[in-house]
């Protein structure tokens, strides 16, 4: 069975990740999505395995020391990570998997899966990242050039990735990364065992 593709797309906050994931899935409905573990307690109507997989810290880097987390960040003194085997399970059973992770997390998803395809998703130009920030009307003025500065930084990354997409409009940027999608699913090296088969 071919290996389902992991789909990965970072970028500088404001560009639109989230917003433009959403979409793709609306495309590929079938794709599943990557659960993060935390150490957080949960909030709400929150359950263990489907908003998040709650953890002690203790337990979350013992996962991590194992290899079981592919990478996590710090926030407010909680930690957030990407846990492997749920990609691999996914992966393994033909399933592609949609992740909105950091540039590091992608960066370090491509060097550990073969499947994993990396897209940095760019806003169409600085004016318009800031003109997203400010229109969020949730962060301070010292908050949003520290993001921007951040941005500037990032964007720099971009070469170190497969793919590149400008979010213009979501319904574009989104068209692009399922063409992406499509395009991965025809290379050769993932159709080799097809190849063989009629061999």
Same mark, same amino acid.
Request: glycine content about 8%.
């Given at each position: 069975?071919?290996?389902g593709l992991l789909i ?25 999505? =990557? ?7 949960? *909030? %709400?109507?929150? $359950? +263990?395995?489907? /908003? ?53 997390g992608s960066l370090c ?15 169409? =130009? ?7 920030? *400010? %229109?969020?009307? $949730? +962060?301070?003025? /010292? ?57």
């Amino acid at each position: 069975m071919r290996k389902g593709l992991l789909i990965s797309v970072s970028g500088p906050s404001g560009a639109g990740k989230g917003t433009v994931l959403a979409k793709v899935k609306e495309m590929n409905p079938n794709a599943g999505n =990557s659960i993060s573990v935390t150490t957080r307690e949960p *909030r %709400g109507e929150e $359950t +263990e395995g489907v /908003e998040y997989y709650f953890r002690t810290k203790e337990e979350f880097m013992k996962m991590f020391e194992e290899g079981e987390i592919l990478e996590y960040d710090e926030f407010v003194g909680q930690y957030y990570g990407t846990p492997t085997i749920p990609l691999q399970e996914m992966s393994e059973a033909g399933q592609d998997v949609l992740l909105d992770l950091t540039i590091a997390g992608s960066l370090c998803l491509k060097e550990n899966f073969e499947q994993a395809v990396t897209i940095f998703l760019l806003p169409p =130009s600085m004016a318009e990242l800031e003109n997203r920030l *400010r %229109g969020r009307s $949730t +962060e301070t003025e /010292e908050a949003i050039k520290a993001r921007l500065a951040t941005a500037s930084e990032e964007i720099t990354q971009a070469s170190s990735f497969d793919y590149v997409v400008v979010n213009d409009t979501v319904e574009d940027a989104a068209n692009k990364i399922d063409a992406i999608i499509k395009a991965e699913k025809c290379r050769y090296i993932r159709n080799i065992d097809i190849e063989k088969e009629m061999n």
